[in-house]
């Protein structure tokens, strides 16, 4: 049996769990005995598909979309009443994690497009510096000031900055998710344009000699922020991609499917930005020496890959103690 068979046969089993699953998660005043009975054949039924599809499609889409249909089923089915405290836990542990984990690619293709950007802009700046008003809006472009850098530390509004700062990175961050169902095409200009403005501010920091200052405002914040947007944009590109390339379901399907898995990465990245807008309110512009902003950076970065690797073993520990029952 190839893969299209096998979609095509089990498809319409899949779909009738999805529905049985969003109908006992109502309450239980919306269960019959019946919806119980059909719900247990299903949960069973699927999870021997999945079985099967590891065995047979590994690197198929197929896989991860059982994996997490029948995931859901087990929860359902063992954890029924499960507190929201539980619920957040497990999916910032490890279901954010798995699907980030997933979705690679498309996380690193964020980053290529953000770099081709930045890249570009960086070196038209240095080449000639004049670049930098055709590059930026002008309101970006005449409000910097390498020789003030760090002139005002101490005597900003913290806590203004730090929420303004928060809202406006959430806002690329939806729209280069958003930018998902114009085939990715918003999200790629999205992803290029913030790379073009860091790029052109990095090249004048360096005519003027202050890479090491520029450089030391941008990356104790801009670790986690960045990373965040380039997981937005990633959850934007596959929506775009798999509209593209739908494979052996709809493109209704896909968009359906995947904006669900792209919302939720997004959501995830929400509390990155939280602690990106707390470092750039309070700690970027704080009257501390540059190797303490540095240093600052690099702890953002051990937390952000201890956060990734122990989420990884949550979701690892999970797969080998529950098999799905399979």
């Given at each position: ?39 247990h054949r299903l949960y069973q039924k699927s999870a021997q598909h999945l079985s099967y599809s590891q065995t047979y499609f590994p690197n198929e889409e197929v896989t991860p979309y059982l994996n997490g249909l029948v995931s859901k089923a087990h929860n359902l ?142 990356v104790p914040h801009g670790m986690i922020e960045l990373t965040a947007i380039f997981i937005a944009g990633g959850a934007g590109l596959l929506m775009g991609y798999k509209l593209f390339v739908p494979g052996q379901f709809t493109r209704g399907y896909q968009l ?71």
């Open positions: 049996m190839n893969i299209k068979q096998f979609v095509k046969l089990h498809r319409e089993e899949w779909q009738q769990l999805e529905t049985l699953i969003a109908t006992l998660q109502k309450g239980r005043g919306s269960r019959t005995s019946d919806d119980i009975n059909q719900f089915l063992y954890k029924d009443q499960v507190s929201s405290f539980k619920q957040i836990r497990y999916f910032f542990s490890t279901k954010f994690i798995g699907l980030l984990l997933e979705q690679w690619r498309f996380v690193i293709a964020a980053m290529i497009l953000f770099t081709i950007g930045g890249l570009g802009a960086f070196i038209s700046v240095i080449n000639d510096p004049l670049h930098l008003f055709s590059i930026l809006p002008a309101d970006i472009a005449q409000g910097v000031s390498p020789e003030h850098l760090g002139s005002q530390d101490g005597s900003v509004d913290s806590p203004t900055m730090s929420a303004s700062i928060m809202t406006n990175n959430i806002q690329v961050a939806i729209l280069a998710f958003a930018g998902g169902v114009t085939f990715g095409l918003l999200t790629v200009y999205m992803l290029i344009y913030n790379g073009i403005i860091v790029g052109a501010l990095a090249g004048l920091f360096w005519h003027y000699g202050k890479t090491y200052d520029f450089w030391a405002y941008i359906k499917y995947q904006a669900k898995r792209s919302v939720q990465l997004l959501l995830g990245t929400i509390p990155l930005f939280v602690i990106a807008g707390i470092i750039e309110g309070f700690i970027t512009p704080a009257a501390i020496s540059l190797e303490a902003k540095y240093t600052v950076a690099f702890i953002t970065v051990i937390g952000l890959v201890l956060y990734v690797i122990t989420g990884k073993l949550f979701l690892m520990k999970k797969q080998a103690t529950v098999g799905y029952d399979s």
